[in-house]
């Protein structure tokens, strides 16, 4: 069964850390993977992918504060949160597109997790 289920939300003070984690099948862990978020009202914006060979891109609005990464061993994948900013509270999700393993930025994704919340307190 393919699933993706995000952990490691919760609430941050700003200018903190945080680590969000994705435990996927090995199926879609095969392809590629993404973090997105959504705030209350605003679209969901996508945050960084990573294609099966590990190459990584980044929304620019992030300036580096974030960093994807994944291990093969468990099939996880994580989102590295620093300098946490009061706009970075949103829900976060992890997606894959099983199928397509480059280029992934550009990538439709259509397996979703359930999400973990993230929220920033001044």
């Known amino acids: 069964q393919v699933k993706l289920v995000e952990s490691g939300g919760g609430s941050v003070q700003a200018g903190g850390s945080l680590r969000l984690s994705c435990a996927t099948s090995?199926?879609?862990?095969?392809?590629?993977l993404a973090w997105f978020r959504q705030a209350p009202g605003k679209e969901r914006e996508k945050l960084a992918t990573?294609?099966?060979?590990?190459?990584?891109r980044y929304a620019e609005s992030l300036k580096g504060r974030f960093t994807v990464s994944k291990d093969s061993a468990s099939n996880t994948l994580y989102l590295q949160m620093n300098n946490v900013k009061s706009e970075d509270g949103a829900m976060y999700y992890c997606?894959?597109?099983?199928?397509?393993?480059?280029?992934?930025?550009?990538?439709?994704?259509?397996?979703w997790g359930q999400g973990t919340q993230v929220t920033v307190s001044s």
């Open positions: 090995i199926y879609a862990f095969e392809y590629c």
């Open positions: 997606a894959s597109y099983p199928g397509y393993r480059s280029n992934c930025w550009y990538a439709k994704f259509d397996l």
């Open positions: 990573i294609d099966s060979d590990g190459f990584k």
